[in-house]
């Protein structure tokens, strides 16, 4: 039986870079949670492969972090993060709720 997902997924159209050692990608992160992004990138990736995922929440607000790939189908990879810093896991939350909360309350 497939794992449910327990959290609210945010649709979003950031522009980013996915890195896997010298090779840099650009890629759209298209949803998020506080723990996993569905990118849409031409990079071929399997589930497993670890990627570095480069974005911005707005400016000034970089995101940065290491994510595993979960599941792929072209163009898009769903990815789960397993390497973030505080700071940067601090901002993504934050933007999160703020949409959730705009979402629940209505604009």
Same mark, same amino acid.
């Given at each position: 039986m497939e794992q449910q997902r327990g959290l609210y997924r945010v649709a979003v159209e950031f522009p980013g870079y996915l890195s896997r050692g010298t090779e840099v990608t650009a890629c759209d992160v298209v949803d998020l949670t506080e723990h996993g992004f569905r990118i849409r990138t031409s990079l071929p990736a399997a589930a497993g492969d670890e990627l570095t995922l480069e974005f911005n929440l707005r400016a000034g607000c970089? =995101?940065?972090? =290491? =994510?595993?790939? $979960?599941? +792929?189908?072209?163009?898009? #990879? &769903? +990815?789960?993060? =397993?390497? *973030? +810093?505080? !700071?940067?896991?601090?901002?993504? $939350?934050? /933007?999160? !709720?703020?949409? *959730? $909360? #705009?979402? #629940?309350? &209505? /604009?």
């Open positions: 970089p =995101v940065q972090c =290491v =994510v595993q790939i $979960s599941h +792929s189908a072209p163009p898009y #990879l &769903g +990815s789960r993060i =397993v390497a *973030i +810093s505080p !700071e940067h896991h601090k901002q993504l $939350s934050q /933007f999160v !709720e703020q949409l *959730i $909360s #705009l979402n #629940l309350r &209505g /604009f």
